[in-house]
């Protein structure tokens, strides 16, 4: 009897134990996943080639290009830091196209000091309208970087620096180690420098081509989860066949809490709000979001609404909404993915770019604003909002408004993947309410209260 009570004991704790394990799994699964490979862009990256163009009688004079090869993130203002480690004592005579943010200790030179002898320089593009003797081709953009997919021609960024006590030819030349790559806040992930083919450079009027002395390649991959605590937008649902909306989950991208965070918020009918956000201007700090009071706490929110119903067609309606009082996105940028974008007819007032990230299959687009229109989404406020209509053509094979199939899988803005509401919330048709899924919670709820029910009976 003893035995069986110890085997029975031994039983129940196994099973726990797994129960535990399962419990765990189920709640890291949870959790959409940000780590550095995206399964909607999963070649995206950002280059950074050095190229040695000429030797110098102490080190050399190199161009570097960034290439951001991501299709839909993109770096926005006030724009990329790039750093390194010298693997030796180089400093930086003079550049062009860029600038060192600091320029170090100096003064064991005399005479002609260099623009930086720190050991970890830090550099940042040069600003619009910087004179003509100071630029290279591709500077000069406050550091904004656009991705390729949006625009190849303004996704490369480039500078010239001119590297002293480096070592005059490639065999005595040193890689420098340890990049990094802001823009402006974390979120890259940089390797390490490795030698490649020296670079192949054609003349303007292709008929002579040059050769690097030396080139090596750094490639610098994203993660959502090094790049911000919380997520930074959220996505809301509604149809013409249900008046319910479907809101952003509470507490999307954080919680009201006056006594952790006083003053993570404004309330939209503050009389001091005006003085808030001019303050919040005035300082400079963009990476840290002035947000409207909300539920979800989200600086964007995307809204999808299923407009109307046609015989051969349907309308989706997608408003953008920014609650961030200190910040305006410039060159903006929504990707969307819906079983239904193969079928796409038209779109109103927003550029698209279809995507495949899984070769044959169409499911997945890309959208932005029509530049001098709507490719500034505002502070928020009366105009911080962009919006469009998409029009789809039926595939009697595929189509339905049943269980959700009109509303997207999943929304990134600006790269980063929004919070999508729990699939059981979703809007449903009228003759599908009696079928209608209730979650494990509302299962649970239901069981506990009936039992209440009955014990106070017995």
Known sequence: MEITFLRLIRSSSVLASYTIVLLFLLFCSSFTSTEAYDPLDPNGNITIKWDIISWTPDGYVAVVTMYNFQQYRHIQAPGWQM??????????????????????????????????????????????????????ANCCRGGVLNSWGQDPSTAVSAFQLSVGRAGTNNKTVRVPKNFTLTSPGPGYTCGPAKVVKPTKFISSDGRRVTQAMMTWN??????????????????????????????????????????????????????????????STQSGNNLSP??????????????????????????????????????????????????????????????????????TINDTAMLWGVKFYNDLLMQAGPYGNVQSELLFQKDALTFTFDKGWAFPR?????????????????????????????????????????????????
């Open 290 to 359: 002035l947000v409207q009071c909300t539920s979800h706490m989200c600086p964007i929110r995307v809204h999808w609404h299923v407009k109307l119903n046609y015989k051969e067609y349907w309308r989706v309606k997608i408003t953008i909404t920014n609650f961030n009082y200190g910040m305006n996105y410039s060159q903006w940028n929504l990707v969307v993915q819906h079983p239904n974008f193969d079928n796409l007819t038209q779109i109103f007032s927003f550029n698209y770019k279809s995507l495949t990230p899984y070769s």
């Open 83 to 136: 750093g390194w480690t010298w693997a030796k004592k180089e400093v930086i005579w003079s550049m062009v196209g860029g600038q060192a943010t600091d320029q170090g200790d100096c003064s064991k030179f005399k005479g002609n000091i260099p623009h930086c002898c720190k050991k970890t320089p830090t550099i940042v593009d040069l600003l619009p309208g910087t004179p003509y003797n100071q630029q290279i």
């Open 218 to 279: 750094v490639t610098c991959t994203y993660s959502q989860f090094l790049s911000q605590k919380t997520p930074t937008c959220c996505v809301s649902l509604s149809s013409f066949y249900n008046d319910t909306i479907v809101s952003c989950p509470t507490c999307a991208c954080g919680c009201q809490n006056s006594n952790t965070r006083p003053r993570s918020c404004v309330e939209a009918d503050s009389p001091h709000l005006a003085s808030v956000v001019s303050g």
């Open 410 to 458: 999943r929304i990134y803005f600006n790269g980063d993947n929004c919070v999508m509401p729990p699939p059981d919330s979703y809007p449903w048709l009228p003759n599908a309410s009696s079928r209608m899924v209730f979650s494990l919670l509302t299962l649970t709820s239901m069981v506990l209260s009936a039992m209440a029910i009955l014990c106070a009976h017995a």
